[in-house]
């Protein structure tokens, strides 16, 4: 059973914690934490999460069956396969691939999270397998919410308080961020698709006309696997 469960609230906070004393569950919910959790569920063998769109162009000259996905602001990046939509993550697309992802936000927090005992990918597509983890788990544990371009953003908060629900019967200590998470979470939990619909991103990405992976990101408990950080990749947990 964890200890502390703490909430960072944006990844330029991140700075304030001793990552290396949490398991760090990493949160990017429209869309990039939502296309991994999907990608690694649907025989992704691996995804390997890179801070810049050139380290993610450097794959292509490796030779090797690479499928490079890169994001900014929303929209893929041109020349590259695909971006961070979950419908790109299909078994029929990434069965036994494995793709190099690059986002705004979420390999962002990754890449800031590194020295962390563990480091986990968490979604609502996976909520319930993580939160079940989680609890088994004997170390402190940071939900690291990778926010837009470092300010805070509801999304995120709202899925680090689903957590913090199927958690918080435990003898668990809560800060400040985690308490106020868990309340956001109270206010949006009967109807989140109509509580988050007023959010910033989901404005940014009504307006590049992808309302349906808002939506799809937004199915609670549809995969059981735990994307892992292992090395430079993320990996099923075993």
């Known amino acids: 059973m964890p200890n502390n469960l703490h909430v960072c609230l944006s990844p330029a906070l991140i700075p304030l914690y001793a990552v290396e004393e949490y398991i760090v569950v990493i949160i990017d919910i429209f869309r990039a934490t939502s296309s991994i959790c999907y990608g690694i569920d649907n025989g992704a063998e691996a995804i390997i999460p890179v801070s810049e769109v050139e380290e993610c162009a450097a794959y292509r000259e490796k030779g090797l069956d690479y499928l490079l996905a890169a994001e900014r602001n929303g929209e893929v990046v041109a020349g590259f396969d695909f971006g961070n939509s979950p419908f790109s993550y299909t078994k029929e697309k990434v069965a036994g691939k494995t793709v190099v992802l690059t986002t705004t936000n979420g390999t962002h927090a990754l ?30 544990i940071l939900l690291v919410c990778a926010g837009w371009k470092n300010n805070f953003n509801l999304e995120d908060t709202i899925f680090a308080g689903a957590v913090i629900e199927q958690l ?50 937004l199915n609670v408990d549809i995969t059981t696997a735990i994307p892992v950080l292992d090395g430079e990749k993320l990996v099923k947990l075993p």
């Open 168 to 217: 918080k019967a435990l003898d668990v200590v809560l800060d400040d961020p985690a308490i106020a998470a868990n309340d956001l979470y109270q206010i949006a939990k009967d109807d989140l698709p109509g509580y988050l619909a007023k959010t910033s991103h989901s404005e940014r990405l009504k307006k590049l006309g992808i309302e349906k992976d808002i939506a799809f990101c």
């Open 111 to 140: 890449h800031l999270s590194r020295s962390a005992k563990k480091i986990v990918i968490g979604s609502f597509l996976n909520l319930t397998a993580l939160s079940d983890w989680l609890k088994t788990q004997k170390e402190n």
